[in-house]
């Protein structure tokens, strides 16, 4: 007996600096530093009360890029300063969630990449990503269905965002994206009560003013959602921040990019700069797209490059480049 209390104190005392040096580490991660966040006026603020940005790479759609939703891949991105990263899920497009597409599958490549995550220290949005359905409420039964469970599942995870529509298009009012907002808020705040809930805006998430006019009440950790392509989306779409911001509404910049709106074309730095400067006063959080190799200008990945992992800067591309460069300024 002697021996085995002499034996399993030794074993005690060889594991504690290694369990030690695990909790240092977790620690000096971006969620061990910051912990949950929340919107406190116009503003995404940590634990702490203090003003946060996230700074994060939006996956490709998952439908077709889910190799890169690894934690090696998200490891990589984090030594460059990125602290977040989207997982954009097609609902209505081709292999879509609710169009054909693997439900059970998708739902498992999210888990994945909500894991690879936590496991970093990482923040990260499950994006409902809201294209070819232009209105939310045409799969308002799977948004719900979808939301249940994923707010279900993650209710414990401090490190999880909600991106309920992507881009409302076609004409899409405002009146009817507040009406499904209304509705998915209330299925995930069932489960979850605290997490941040982003909810896109007309017009592919550009109208954050028609949002700001008539805001969701009665709810909190609620952020607003805008997207800018800098080489079509300018100042006329700039102003509106400053503007929504004073009208008290929170704003979270959660798909961005120096090319043409189509995810192609021609870059522009000088716009993006002007973009960045706002960013910057106002502190917001942003998103590039995005994290894959497709042979577009939007790609952060350059398209040479066939690994999904052990990323360096030299694999990126000249917007993956620029934005790595952008965000942790």
Same mark, same amino acid.
């Given at each position: ?16 600096? /290694?369990?030690?040096?695990? +909790? ?20 995404? +603020? ?18 077709? =890029? !889910?190799?890169? /939703? ?7 991105? $984090? ?27 998708? !739902?498992? /490549? ?29 799969? #308002?039964?799977?948004?719900?269905? =979808? ?5 279900? %599942? ?8 909600? !991106?309920?529509?992507? &881009? ?48 969701? %009440? ?9 997207? =800018?392509?800098?080489?079509?989306? $300018? ?35 000088? &716009?993006?700069?002007?973009?960045? $400067? ?26 040479? /490059?066939?690994? +999904?992992?052990? =990323?360096? $800067?030299?694999? #990126? ?9 952008? #965000?942790?300024?």
């Amino acid at each position: 007996m002697k021996k085995l209390l002499i034996f399993l104190l030794a074993v005690a005392i060889l594991s504690g600096p /290694v369990l030690s040096d695990s +909790v240092v580490i977790q620690a000096k991660t971006p969620v061990g530093q910051h912990g949950r966040l929340q919107v406190k006026g116009v503003n995404l +603020v940590d634990r702490k009360g203090k003003t946060f940005r996230l700074k994060g790479f939006s996956t490709h759609g998952i439908n077709w =890029f !889910e190799d890169y /939703v690894n934690q090696d891949a998200f490891h990589d991105l $984090k030594k460059m300063g990125i602290n977040c990263i989207r997982l954009a899920m097609y609902t209505a497009d081709y292999n879509g969630y609710c169009s054909g597409g693997d439900k059970a599958h998708l !739902e498992s /490549v999210i888990d994945r990449g909500v894991k690879a995550c936590k496991a970093e220290g990482m923040y990260v949005i499950i994006d409902w990503h809201i294209l070819n359905d232009c209105n939310p409420n045409t799969n #308002l039964k799977d948004a719900k269905k =979808f939301f249940k469970k994923m707010s279900k %599942k993650y209710k414990d995870y401090n490190n999880v965002l909600y !991106e309920i529509c992507n &881009e409302p298009n076609g004409g899409t009012s405002w009146a009817d994206i507040k009406k499904y907002a209304k509705k998915i808020i209330g299925v995930i705040r069932k489960n979850d009560k605290n997490a941040i809930i982003i909810v896109g805006t007309p017009n592919w998430s550009q109208r954050i003013d028609e949002a700001a006019n008539n805001p969701i %009440k009665g709810q909190k950790n609620i952020m607003y959602a805008m997207h =800018f392509y800098a080489a079509t989306h $300018k100042t006329d779409l700039r102003n509106l921040i400053p503007a929504a911001r004073k009208k008290g509404l929170p704003i979270f910049i959660t798909e961005s990019n120096i090319t043409e709106a189509s995810g192609n074309g021609r870059i522009d730095t000088k &716009e993006g700069k002007r973009w960045f $400067k706002v960013i910057r006063k106002y502190k917001l959080s942003c998103v590039a797209w995005s994290f894959c190799n497709k042979d577009e200008t939007a790609s952060l990945i350059k398209p040479s /490059v066939k690994k +999904v992992k052990g =990323f360096k $800067k030299s694999n #990126l591309s000249k917007t993956g480049k620029w934005y790595v460069k952008m #965000l942790r300024k």
